[in-house]
């Protein structure tokens, strides 16, 4: 099984273009946005086991959905992300690492978690085809918070689900050039560290 994420994060720096945007990805009538209710809470060790490792553990609740999520992997100075991401079906929101016992590169050391940050956040996003490649584009709206202090969360994410990275690359320069969209490099995971004083 593929686990490969591959994507690119964009701020939007003036959220008077959110409809804009909207307007150009939707390709036609028939395509919809889904939209998704998402609030995550980022679990990590007394020690910071899984920040030192540049490892993301996470449970989400997606509308009516519950959703752990384990992430490593790196990004380059173009924004794009390339990770492992692993998703497990849950039924609570407290930690629980063993349900990625069948993943091999997962391991489970230490039982005590504390929550590190918290993103709280609405996602539209809709499928299309860019080129020759089939691509996913949400718009993330929200707010990310590590310990007492709150960021806004105003961007646009895609994932390459399909085909060539040169394909994702051409559509973030257009909504760069149509839209005046800003690469960004920092995760929300990240993000929530910055706020929390954690780096």
């Given at each position: 099984m593929n686990n490969q994420e591959i994507e690119v994060k964009m701020e939007i720096k003036d959220e008077a273009q959110i409809e804009n945007i909207r307007g150009f990805l939707q390709e036609n009538k028939e395509q919809s946005w889904q939209r998704i209710d998402m609030k995550a809470i980022y679990y990590d060790t007394e020690d910071n086991f899984y920040q030192k490792h540049k490892i993301a553990y996470r449970v989400r609740c997606e509308n009516d959905c519950i959703v752990a999520t384990y992430k490593s992997g790196k990004v380059?100075?173009?924004?794009?992300?390339?990770?492992?991401?692993?998703?497990?079906?849950?039924?609570?929101?407290?930690?629980?690492?063993?349900?990625?016992?069948?993943?091999?590169?997962?391991?489970?050391?230490?039982?005590?978690?504390?929550?590190?940050?918290?993103?709280?956040?609405?996602?539209?996003?809709?499928?299309?085809?860019?080129?020759?490649?089939?691509?996913?584009?949400?718009?993330?709206?929200?707010?990310?918070?590590?310990?007492?202090?709150?960021a806004p969360i105003c961007e646009v994410e895609i994932e390459l689900k399909q085909g060539k990275m040169e394909d994702l690359l051409s559509l973030k320069d257009e909504l760069i050039k149509k839209f005046g969209l800003q690469i960004s490099a920092i995760s929300k995971y990240k993000k929530g560290l910055i706020l929390a004083g954690q780096i």
């Open positions: 380059n100075s173009d924004g794009l992300f390339e990770r492992v991401e692993i998703n497990k079906k849950v039924t609570k929101l407290t930690p629980d690492i063993n349900v990625f016992a069948e993943d091999k590169d997962i391991w489970s050391l230490i039982k005590k978690f504390l929550p590190i940050v918290i993103t709280d956040f609405v996602r539209e996003c809709i499928e299309l085809t860019w080129l020759d490649s089939k691509l996913e584009v949400a718009l993330d709206l929200g707010f990310v918070q590590g310990r007492e202090n709150k």
